[in-house]
T-cell receptor, first 118, second 110 residues
Framework: DAGVIQSPRHEVTEMGQEVTLRCKPI?????LFWYRQTMMRGLELLIY????????DSGMPEDRFSAKMPNASFSTLKIQPSEPRDSAVYFC????????????????FGEGSWLTVV | GENVEQHPSTLSVQEGDSAVIKCTYS??????FPWYKQELGKGPQLIID?????GEKKDQRIAVTLNKTAKHFSLHITETQPEDSAVYFC?????????FGAGTTVTVRA
């Protein structure tokens, strides 16, 4: 199992530029999550998808952030225009569907995309 | 929404000793409590989880306990080894939205 694959692993960009982060979830997983990690705010859920449909984007900080999942094996998180306060590690994660009621499916994280906006 | 508090923020233990990390949560509807380990430069990795119908779960040197009445749960690592040095996060959820604690940096001294 290849795990959740994210790219790029590191990106340094200038303020105002567009940033696109990419994610390939684990095959067969129905849920995909985008998290952001900073020293100040810890791990924050930005948005999650179920079967490619955005379910909850209440964590997306501003309209500058957008996420898409055009198919079951690919998702993007886009920041346009980027600002220095967007500097963080962005994690993509995926989870299978248990087929039963209730919560608690294991969520698997990728290695993260380290974004620096200067 | 759910609020998870985690203590301590840093923990230094001698190799071979035990480490205990404690978390409290606010939402009584939460019924899933995973623990993640994050090594430097890597993503969080699930090490153990517990569901609300279970009070304790053990996996080799790692154990988790849950007290739903008091709304707290704990991670216990016994016989600590240098490779246990990492940041540990607790989390709570009643659906797919995990709420994470702030993390505990564990350092195992040789």
């Amino acid at each position: 199992d290849a795990g959740v694959i994210q790219s790029p692993r590191h990106e340094v960009t200038e303020m105002g530029q567009e940033v696109t982060l990419r994610c390939k979830p684990i095959s067969g997983h129905d849920y995909l999550f985008w998290y952001r990690q900073t020293m100040m705010r810890g791990l924050e859920l930005l948005i999650y998808f179920n079967n490619n449909v955005p379910i909850d984007d209440s964590g997306m900080p501003e309209d500058r952030f957008s996420a898409k999942m055009p198919n079951a094996s690919f998702s993007t998180l886009k920041i346009q225009p980027s600002e220095p306060r967007d500097s963080a590690v962005y994690f993509c994660a995926s989870s299978p569907w248990t087929g039963g009621a209730g919560a608690g499916n294991t969520i698997y994280f990728g290695e993260g995309s380290w974004l620096t906006v200067v | 929404g759910e609020n998870v508090e985690q203590h301590p923020s840093t923990l230094s233990v001698q190799e071979g000793d035990s480490a205990v990390i404690k978390c409290t949560y606010s939402d009584s509807a939460s019924n899933y409590f995973p623990w993640y380990k994050q090594e430097l430069g890597k993503g969080p990795q699930l090490i153990i989880d517990i569901r609300s119908n279970v009070g304790e779960k053990k996996d080799q040197r790692i154990a988790v306990t849950l007290n739903k009445t008091a709304k707290h749960f704990s991670l216990h690592i016994t016989e600590t080894q240098p490779e246990d040095s990492a940041v540990y996060f607790c989390a709570a959820s009643d659906d797919y939205k995990l709420s994470f604690g702030a993390g505990t940096t564990v350092t195992v001294r040789a």
